[in-house]
């Protein structure tokens, strides 16, 4: 069993950049078996997939951030991390990570999700 | 930028059966399979439904999914209170090269 655990500062000013961390247990961020994942929900809204990180580095990014974000991973600390340049209010969301089974591309697990609002 | 299209709302009467439709293209659900997720209130998403119509261990056979053409839909029979819930289906997008998500339904239970 995957657990997964989303941390980060909760406040971030517009024009900054947002930076989450997601620890998991239970697994291996080199595992050949899940592709780690971001994925966000503003407020009263749909899922929006952000990313994700599979075999320790090869990377696929959502066309609508792909020019403000940056998947990494760090395997000596079994966490993977987001980060969203040049934040705006419509940034603000709850943040989740996930883990995608790789053969049949489902988020199999899901951390709590953290809250990020973006504001001055 | 939902992808999938789904109602925005659906209920049903304890007992009743509920229907739940997504429509997507032939880049997303012609071409891959689908997946459903159960969000309950303040909670995160769960996995429901895998593989167009595979339940993961512990998810109530009341949950059935089937697929057709670029369509699929989810089906809740003997619904229930605790399936209150807001629904999502996903797949890979092979034009966009990336996971897409549907516009959610919010199940009421009446």
């Known amino acids: 069993q995957v657990q997964l655990q989303e941390s980060g500062p909760g406040l971030v000013k517009p024009s900054e950049t947002l930076s989450l961390t997601c620890t998991v247990s239970?697994?291996?961020?080199?595992?050949?078996?899940?592709?780690w994942s971001w994925i966000r929900q503003p407020p009263g809204r749909a899922l929006e997939w952000i990313a994700y990180i599979y075999d320790s580095g090869s990377i696929n990014y959502s066309s609508s951030l792909k020019s403000r974000v940056t998947i990494s991973v760090d395997t000596s600390k079994n966490h993977f991390s987001l980060k969203l340049n040049s934040v705006t209010a419509a940034d603000t969301a709850l943040y989740y990570c996930?883990?995608?089974?790789?053969?049949?591309?489902?988020?199999?697990?899901w951390g709590q999700g953290t809250l990020v609002t973006v504001s001055s | 930028q939902s992808v999938l299209t789904q109602p925005p709302s659906a209920s049903g009467t304890p007992g009743q059966r509920v229907t739940i439709s997504c429509s997507g293209s032939?880049?997303?659900?012609?071409?891959?399979?689908v997946n459903w997720y159960q969000q309950l209130p303040g909670t995160a998403p769960k996995l429901l439904m895998y593989s167009n119509n595979q339940r993961p261990s512990g998810v109530p056979d009341r949950f059935s999914g089937s697929t057709s053409g670029t369509s699929a839909s989810l089906a809740i029979s003997g619904l229930q209170s605790e399936d209150e819930a807001d629904y999502y289906c996903?797949?890979?997008?092979?034009?966009?090269?990336?996971?897409?998500f549907g516009t959610g339904t919010k199940v009421t239970v009446l």
């Open positions: 032939s880049s997303n659900i012609g071409r891959n399979t």
């Open positions: 996903a797949a890979w997008d092979d034009s966009l090269n990336g996971h897409v």
């Open positions: 996930a883990a995608l089974y790789k053969w049949r591309r489902e988020f199999e697990f």
């Open positions: 239970g697994d291996f961020v080199n595992s050949p078996t899940y592709y």
